[in-house]
């Protein structure tokens, strides 16, 4: 549309004359072109408003101009008039469509196309006023993931990860036309990112710890669990991997199963998770076994024999646990709520309750529970569960005792010693044990630390192949059952001199290494020290005459005093005792 108004002057025709004079004066009149334009004194104005875009480029319009002066030559004369319609830029691009929708995947490289399928148009006629140029509208939280490098389609240009989590964003695709003033139009792009298998399986724990069974399966805390790092969901298998692995088996829901017995008791296991469908996408998590004892009795079994007559607190008997941490405070106590003995919460010491009032004195054989834990309180309802819920280690041990009716001493059996103290020597016999002379015959029985050692009817006592026990001393306890069943016990103590060495020890004469060599650096030092200061005391006494006189004295009662101490201390007795001499003052 042209930029002038209706009735707005287009023109002014350049015509010499006069319109209003009464001689020789001229005359104007429209012919052509009346439709459009319309004339005013020698002015051309527009009757209608033009559309170049219709069509009316350009039109033509005709005057006749006439003079009433006699004397021309021309009375009448047609003046022709074209007029040209310049194109203005009225018309804003319009969209193929008043909205857009695209899908794409996710993790597109950056400048890649993801959508071409739209397009403006400007009404306006060619040149810059229909040019149109295409550009992501930078607004809102999205505005800068995706851009339109002229003339080309949209492009990403940042990375879109649907885990981000970024599901669907919207933006505007506006478009502009280059005239002037500049027209524009916007439009929305809704882009829904697809989620693609990128992401490995994602566990909920990366190291898992188990130091339990529970029929055939290890206890795991916190249970191994997977799951596809991606939306879709893929399923999850699990393969163990590991030195020890083929001692275990995993299922599909992350349950490790024993296959081995007995299981290896310290593990450290590899668990590789796989999407069911694509193999490559895989994840590592670590499961560490450890079913070793933490608290541990001395013996698996402690007996004690004592008459039906025993006074009630009586000591019968010590029982002693072994933590492997040694900062742990081990608490005995005693299973059974009814039973007829204590036990010292502090140190093991069993002592005798004695029978309640008005039942009779027992008789027999009583078997009773006696445990041990880290020293946590729990009700032993749950000593099952402790070692998980409370990360205590909970151990236990059996105390037989065997009331007999009669004294030791009135017939029966009985060892010839009550406790035996023996050396592992260089072979594997370390001693016998025997019954007293008056004893009946009887089966002689080890009831305690049979992996070391070994015991026959006979009382000879040997050192079992799997090599030396791993304490100092070691105590025994051996039993001797005759035929009508009556039993007695004896104590043997083993002393073994060449025990493995632990780490206390080591640190211990490691320890003491440095404080001996502290002593005698400071030895060291305090004689130089010594030297030195007489060595410049006497440098100043040469100078000075009163200084002297001084040391001579002090040195006159040093050598009185050394005499004097000669004289009461006795020489040195040597004591020759076959490894060396002692000196006694």
């Known amino acids: 549309m042209t930029s002038v108004v209706v009735r707005e002057v287009i023109a002014t025709l350049p015509i010499k004359g006069d319109l209003h004079a009464k001689e020789n004066g001229i005359h104007l009149r429209l012919v052509k072109g009346q439709d459009v334009v319309e004339l005013k004194e020698k002015d051309l104005s527009l009757k209608r408003p033009l559309d170049r875009e219709e069509g009316a480029s350009k039109f033509e319009a005709v005057l006749e101009c006439s003079m009433d002066d006699p004397r021309s030559d021309f009375k009448m004369l047609n003046i022709s008039v074209l007029v040209l319609v310049k194109d203005v830029n009225d018309n804003a691009p319009v969209f193929d469509q008043e909205k857009y929708e695209v899908e794409i995947p996710e993790e ?87 989620d693609i298998d990128d992401l490995p399986p994602r566990f909920d724990s990366l190291y898992h710890y188990s130091k339990m069974i529970s029929n055939g399966q290890l206890v795991i805390i916190p249970p191994i669990h997977a799951e596809d790092g991606d939306a879709i969901n893929a399923p999850i298998v699990y393969q163990l991997g590991g030195e020890l692995a083929s001692h275990f ?19 450290t296991l590899f668990i590789h998770a796989y999407q069911e469908d694509n193999q490559e996408r895989n994840a590592t998590a670590f499961l560490h076994i450890d079913l070793l004892p933490t608290l541990q009795f001395e013996h698996d079994r402690y007996s004690a024999q004592i008459q039906s007559d025993i006074a009630p607190s009586t000591l019968i008997s ?44 027992p008789a027999g054989t009583l078997s009773y529970t006696i445990l041990a834990n880290d020293g946590k309180q729990a009700s032993t309802l749950f000593y099952r569960l402790l070692p998980l819920i409370l990360n205590q280690s909970v151990a236990r041990t059996r105390l037989s005792l065997q009331f007999s009716p009669e004294s030791p001493c009135q017939g029966g059996i009985k060892f010839e010693q009550d406790a035996y103290e023996m050396q592992l020597g260089s072979n594997n016999f370390i001693g016998e044990i025997s019954l007293a002379a008056r004893s009946q015959p009887a089966a002689m029985k080890l009831l305690n630390l049979n992996n070391y050692f070994s015991l026959d009817n006979a009382g000879r006592l040997t050192l079992a192949p799997s090599g030396l026990p791993p304490c100092d001393y070691c105590e025994l306890i051996v039993s001797a059952t005759d035929k009508e069943g009556r039993v007695a016990l004896t104590k043997v103590i083993v002393h073994n001199l060449s025990p493995a060495m632990s780490t206390t020890g080591m640190l211990s004469i490691l320890l003491l290494v440095v404080v001996i060599l502290l002593l005698i650096l400071l030895t060291l030092f ?60």
Not at 115 to 125: L, M, W
Not at 250 to 255: A, P
Request: aromatic content about 6%; charged content about 30%.
């Open 108 to 194: 597109l490289p950056i400048g890649t196309m993801i959508f071409a399928s739209f397009e403006a148009s400007d009404a306006d006629q060619s040149g810059p006023n229909s040019l149109v140029h295409y550009s992501i509208v930078n607004e809102g939280p999205h505005g800068d993931l995706l851009k339109i490098p002229d003339p080309e389609k949209p492009i990403v240009v940042k990375r879109l990860d649907y885990e981000a989590p970024l599901h669907s964003f919207d933006v505007e695709i506006e478009a502009a036309d280059q005239g002037e003033p500049q027209l524009r139009t916007r439009v929305p792009l809704h882009v829904t990112i697809k």
């Open 249 to 267: 088996s995993i299922d599909r829901d992350g349950s490790v199963r024993i296959r081995s017995n007995p299981p290896p008791p310290l593990a």
């Open 318 to 361: 010590q029982v002693r646990a072994f933590a492997r941490n040694e900062n742990s405070m081990v608490k005995y106590s005693i299973e059974d709520a009814d039973a007829l003995v204590s036990v010292d919460e502090k140190f093991g010491k069993i002592l005798y309750k004695g029978a309640s009032e008005g039942k009779p004195r």
């Open 526 to 585: 305090a004689s130089s020290a010594r030297r030195h200061f007489i060595l410049t005391t006497s440098r100043r006494a040469t100078k000075d005459e009163d200084a002297v006189s001084y040391l001579y004295g002090v040195r006159r009662m040093t050598s009185s005093m050394e005499r004097e101490k000669s004289a009461t201390v006795p020489p040195c007795t040597i004591v020759e005792d076959g490894e060396g001499g002692m000196c006694y003052r």
